[in-house]
């Protein structure tokens, strides 16, 4: 099966700042999206990860605050951008083969802190 | 009412019972459907997915849809305490959306 890596796998951050999170597949895929769990809470998707175009935003999650890159089919970044203590969460990647009703796969994840 | 729902539990079976964990969901157009399993700390990890009416096997696990009720199951025979997790059901809506449930805690007692 296919190696999902994200970096960091953890980080512990000033309010105001902005972190940087990559998620790397091994293997070029169709999909990939980015999800936040936040501490007991089930996963909400923030946003679809579009080769070569702008992302796909769901509702409650804007561009200025989680821009989103994604040059090729094997690779993503998320940026969570002027930090506050609300976005402690894990932020997860996934990515899927094939069409959109295909299963999605899980990075480990990368934990969050704001101090 | 949420597009997807499921108890939340603690749901508590002993070692080697059948563990039934149950999902609804809102939009009747919503055509595939996902079960993960996440340890404490980990990420969710999938487990079975089902796009038809019916059930899936796959080992000791079950899918069980029924559209018309809206309605997504996962059976786990034979449990055991390596089985203990949260258990998270996805759907895709008709919009293409997936929308996760907020999971049930399973608990399996040696």
């Known amino acids: 099966s296919a190696v999902i890596s994200q970096k960091p796998s953890r980080d512990i951050c000033q309010r105001g700042t902005s972190l940087t999170i990559q998620c790397q597949v091994d293997?070029?895929?169709?999909?990939m999206f980015w999800y936040r769990q936040q501490p007991g809470q089930s996963l909400t998707l923030i946003a679809t990860?579009?080769?070569?175009?702008?992302?796909?935003?769901e509702s409650g999650f804007v561009i200025d605050k989680f821009p989103i890159s994604r040059p090729n089919l094997t690779f993503s970044t998320l940026t969570v951008s002027n930090m506050s203590p609300e976005d402690s969460s894990i932020y997860l990647c996934s990515v899927a083969w094939g069409g959109s009703n295909q299963p999605q796969h899980f990075g480990d994840g990368t934990r969050l802190s704001i101090l | 009412q949420k597009e997807v729902e499921q108890n939340s539990g603690p749901l508590s079976v002993p070692e080697g019972a059948i563990a039934s964990l149950n999902c609804t969901y809102s939009?009747?157009?919503?055509?595939?459907f996902f079960w993960y399993r996440q340890y404490s700390g980990k990420s969710p990890e999938l487990i079975m997915f089902i796009y038809s009416n019916g059930d899936k096997e796959d080992g000791r696990f079950t899918a069980q849809l029924n559209k018309a009720s809206q309605y997504v199951s996962l059976l786990i025979r034979d449990s055991q305490p390596s089985d203990s997790a949260t258990y998270l059901c996805a759907v895709l809506t008709s919009n293409n959306d997936m929308r996760f449930g907020a999971g049930t805690r399973l608990t399996v007692k040696p």
């Open positions: 293997s070029q895929v169709t999909m």
């Open positions: 990860a579009n080769q070569g175009s702008e992302a796909t935003y």
């Open positions: 939009d009747r157009g919503s055509q595939s």
